[in-house]
């Protein structure tokens, strides 16, 4: 039996009764202290646990994980309540393990632990043990029930969700709420719905459920029917029928919903300002952030990204200054803004003032400099960034391999191909994609076949990289070989596939399988031709002499409603040169100046053609034209070549090269012995 001990240090008198209970009340109040001394001798001394748990709590709210475990390892005296608050803690900070470990070193658990487990473990997708865990329990309340199914919802089985609710011994009426979101969340709507029907009781959040599901499928008018019947609306309720509008492109009538609301929070605001600038409706969209009473980072980016998407970048910069919310996004979005504007300087500028930078800012400005011919800058980025900014995703080598392919570089290729290896980013389908077009495109098909043989698995861009890259490649054969492997996979065929195929027929002469190949794609695949396709017969029939036959192509395109492009035309013009036909070469090469007036090449082609049939005065006529076309230039060829991880560029009639005189010698050299060899 314990009993207490109390000493006190006072030599002059003995104290009563009264003084004794006042003393031993002032240090319980006042340190929460008090000892016990037990039948053997010893002194135990006790804490209350109260408030250590609400400091624990508030520790693990504010991610205090390390200090919140000092203090719960430091308490003299724990309650089970003290277990529970860091158990619950390490699952709201996402250390799952150390959770279950400490729950599993309990000494005694009661209802609250066992829910607080249950929870946990499902958030992190461990269902397996969260129903071994609400199986071991000695007693389960209806929120332990309700946590198995919210797990279940959570994780995407909703089968199972509704064999649990089915074998509750008692629901609430958030029992019934978790099966229909759950139901809505797989588009069960109409099952949903019956059970809605069902209810013996509903609150707000179950006609908020039903509303946001039966507008989320498209039934917006069963969804407002639903909203008018509620007997009761929340501004969650509001903005549940509000964004069923948006999604289903009626921003009027959300804005006048909005304009109808009695109360409104900030996401009301959000979604009205950002609906209204999705819909190109930016001014609107500008009118009523102006009037928000209190502005939110999502709403200054969703003015500015609209304003962007518009083509307003000027006015986003306006937007972007006044800002107090400068984060990561609306620095992007304005770098993202000028690239598109076509102002690099700007944009690269933006950039290097960022105060910080992720992965999406450093690939944004590599793609754009990438979209605005500036690889080789691009590049020299992609080196910074890999020497001091966030380690590269896929997206940062995909931009990396398509500067590659438009340079070309196909060292740097090779090394960014190296590169990816080492992260195990082949495996991802789209990198290896683009790995495939960079060795296309650098002229080394072997090592593009040879990734997509090694890629596990292929979506219809693998295909089409490599049916396009033999096509390109003059290897006809190949391409068809790998076109008719492709149809036995099953995977869709579309527009660009056709693409490679009649291009693959173009350089190999093959009319016939041309002919057959644009039928089949057309009545067959029912994949309506594009101007590409076209583009691809006018080019089989027109280099190979049939003339007519190619200009049936392009009366077929205007009977289809699909407007020749300067392509086309140039196809046509190709071909007319070949064969001398002035008529069509004549008609061709003025469709193409009512595009391009000052295309060049076109006065060059013609005025040769003239000059080739004798007709000098009608050639210099049209040298003249083109001297007189305001802009007309004619632009010089333009070779490179890649020596030693270094891109050298020639242009005709320049001497300016460091090497001009050297290649100039070897070209000489090569000349007469090709000239020797003739003779020979």
């Known amino acids: 039996m314990l009993s207490f001990r109390f000493t006190l240090h006072h030599k002059q008198h003995k104290p009563n009764h009264t003084q004794l209970t006042h003393c031993v009340l002032y240090i319980i109040i006042k340190s929460k202290h008090f000892s016990l001394q037990t039948n053997n001798g010893g002194t135990s001394t006790f804490t209350d646990p109260k408030p250590l748990n609400a400091k624990i709590t508030q520790y693990m709210r504010s991610g205090h994980v390390v200090h919140a475990r000092k203090l719960f390892d430091e308490m003299p005296n724990r309650s089970t309540a003290s277990w529970n608050s860091v158990i619950r803690g390490y699952f709201q900070n996402g250390e799952f393990e150390r959770g279950i470990e400490l729950f599993e070193q309990m000494p005694h658990r009661d209802l609250f632990s066992y829910n607080i487990a249950i929870s946990g473990l499902m958030r992190f997708r461990d269902v397996g043990n969260a129903r071994r865990v609400f199986d071991a329990m000695p007693f389960k309340d209806v929120v332990s029930w309700n946590s198995m199914i919210a797990g279940y919802v959570r994780n995407c089985n909703v089968d199972e969700a509704v064999l649990f609710f089915d074998r509750m011994p008692q629901r609430s009426v958030v029992s019934w709420n978790l099966v229909m979101s759950g139901m809505v969340n797989v588009g069960l709507v109409g099952e949903a719905e019956r059970m809605f029907r069902e209810m013996p009781e509903r609150d707000v959040a179950s006609w908020t459920i039903m509303v946001d599901g039966l507008a989320r499928s498209g039934w917006i008018v069963e969804a407002r029917v639903l909203f008018e019947e509620m007997p009761a609306k929340d501004v969650r309720a509001w903005n549940t029928m509000l964004v069923g509008y948006i999604e289903n492109n009626m921003i009027e009538i959300a804005e006048g919903l909005f304009l109808k609301m009695r109360e409104r929070d900030l996401n009301s605001w959000n979604e009205l300002i950002g609906g209204l600038a999705s819909s190109e409706r930016i001014y609107d969209a500008v009118r009523f952030f102006a009037e928000m009473p209190y502005k939110t980072s999502q709403c200054w980016n969703s003015v500015l990204l609209g304003l962007i998407k518009n083509g307003l970048v000027e ?79 896929e997206a940062t080598f995909t931009s990396v391999l398509t500067i590659c392919s438009s340079l070309p570089s196909l060292e740097f290729g090779k090394e960014a191909h190296g590169q990816i290896v080492k992260t195990g980013l082949e495996d991802v389908v789209a990198v290896s994609n683009a790995i495939i077009s960079m060795y296309a495109r650098c002229g080394n098909m072997k090592s593009a076949f040879s990734v997509f043989s090694a890629m596990p698995r292929h979506d219809v861009i693998s295909w089409n990289s490599v049916i396009c890259g033999f096509a390109q490649h003059g290897n006809a054969v190949e391409a068809l070989q790998m076109f008719r492997k492709m149809r036995l996979t099953g995977i869709g065929l579309n527009q660009i596939t056709f693409v490679g195929i009649l291009s693959a027929c173009s350089h190999a002469a093959l009319i016939e399988e041309g002919r057959y190949y644009f039928d089949f794609m057309r009545y067959k695949c029912f994949i309506r ?32 409603d699909v407007d020749p492009g300067t392509s086309v035309w140039g196809a046509l013009l190709g071909a007319c040169r070949i064969y001398k036909n002035i008529e069509l070469g004549e008609m061709a090469a003025e469709n193409i100046l009512k595009i391009e007036p000052f295309n060049t090449g076109v006065y060059m082609i013609l005025a040769e053609m003239y000059l080739n049939c004798g007709r000098r005065e009608d050639s210099g006529r049209i040298l003249v034209q083109m001297k007189k076309a305001a802009g007309a230039k004619k632009q010089p060829g333009c070779s490179w070549i890649e020596v030693n991880n270094s891109v050298h560029v020639f242009l005709a009639g320049d001497a300016t090269h460091p090497e001009y005189s050297g290649v100039h010698s070897i070209l000489n050299l090569l000349i007469m012995d090709m000239e020797i060899g003739l003779i020979r």
């Not at 770098?335 to 910080?356: C, H, N, R, S």
């Not at 076209?534 to 200009?551: H, K, P, S, W």
Request: charged share 25%; aromatic share 14%; net charge negative.
């Open 529 to 560: 031709p594009t101007c590409e396709h076209y583009t691809c017969m006018v080019d089989l029939f027109g280099r190979f002499g049939f003339i007519e036959e190619a200009m049936s192509f392009i009366n077929q395109m205007r009977a289809d």
């Open 315 to 393: 006015e986003a910069h306006a937007i972007f200054e006044k800002s107090p919310f400068k984060d990561i996004v609306s620095w992007t979005n304005m770098v993202i803004g000028y690239f598109k504007l076509g102002e690099v300087g700007t944009a690269v500028k933006l950039f290097e003032m960022m105060p910080a930078r992720d992965e999406t800012a450093w690939n944004a400005t590599i793609f754009g400099l990438s979209e605005n011919d500036h690889g080789e800058d691009g590049l020299k980025l992609f080196m910074r960034m890999k020497e001091s900014g966030p380690y590269p995703d």
